[in-house]
């Protein structure tokens, strides 16, 4: 029996982080959610959308990019440590990925307000390659 090589490697799960998404449904504040959390990148994402949504000056967009690529870094080393091996699916459906996609996500769209083009391409196709649907609920 032999291995067919161009399979795509089994989705990546990540391991449940309740506890952050339960600080932050309940209204703490991502700053201190992220801070009590910092290998979790849940509230690293919480903090660039926020910083996102709440300021459109440049010195907010880049605040935000650091927050995202915090948090896109520690998801990436989460994954890593989960089997991932730099592709295959990540599931927005698995609630626990979805700190990742978003940090994912909002690194694409601090990296568009800064001018950098082409790491924002990059994102949103990380993005659609993830898991489209996740693409589709963050992007629209």
């Not at 795509?8 to 339960?22: E, G, N």
């Not at 996609?101 to 391409?121: D, K, Q, S, V, Y």
């Amino acid at each position: 029996m032999h291995k067919d090589l161009l399979d795509s490697p089994p989705p990546t799960l990540l391991p449940d982080d309740s506890t952050v998404r339960d600080a932050l449904a309940s209204g703490t504040a991502p700053a201190e959610v992220a801070a009590a959390n910092p290998a979790t990148p849940a509230g690293w994402a919480a903090l660039a959308e926020a910083t996102l949504a709440g300021d459109d000056s440049l010195a907010g967009s880049v605040t935000a990019y650091a927050y995202a690529r915090t948090g896109y870094h520690r998801g990436l080393d989460l994954l890593r440590r989960n089997g991932w091996k730099g592709h295959g699916p990540v599931p927005w459906a698995h609630e626990p990925n979805r700190g990742f996609l978003r940090a994912l996500n909002a690194l694409g769209l601090a990296a568009a307000r800064i001018g950098e083009t082409e790491e924002a391409e990059r994102c949103a196709a990380f993005l659609g390659d993830s898991d489209p649907e996740a693409y589709k609920a963050l992007r629209g």
